[in-house]
């Protein structure tokens, strides 16, 4: 027979159960924040070696070449 003392015994396991797949989420979550930062550096540095690549088969000596980030500001 049910009673009051087994249905809050129930709840009790039951929010032991949400309380831990709250957690396996959050911690998903985190693992997945962290993955798209690394494939973001992997993905830029691949972006990187494809332009030192470029600079090696470019014969116009570096001087010459224009990088936006480092040019002097025109006023």
Do not use: H, W, Y
Not at 23 to 35: F, H, L, N, P
Not at 36 to 49: D, H, P, R, V
């Amino acid at each position: 027979m049910i009673d009051l003392d087994k249905i809050n015994e129930r709840k009790e396991v039951l929010t032991k159960d949400i309380e831990m797949i709250r957690t396996r989420i959050a911690e998903s979550q985190r693992k997945i924040s962290d993955d798209q930062a690394m494939l973001n550096a992997l993905m830029g540095a691949f972006q990187q070696c494809d332009a030192f690549g470029k600079e090696l088969d470019d014969d116009t000596p570096l001087e010459e070449v224009g990088d936006v980030e480092n040019s002097p500001e025109e006023d």
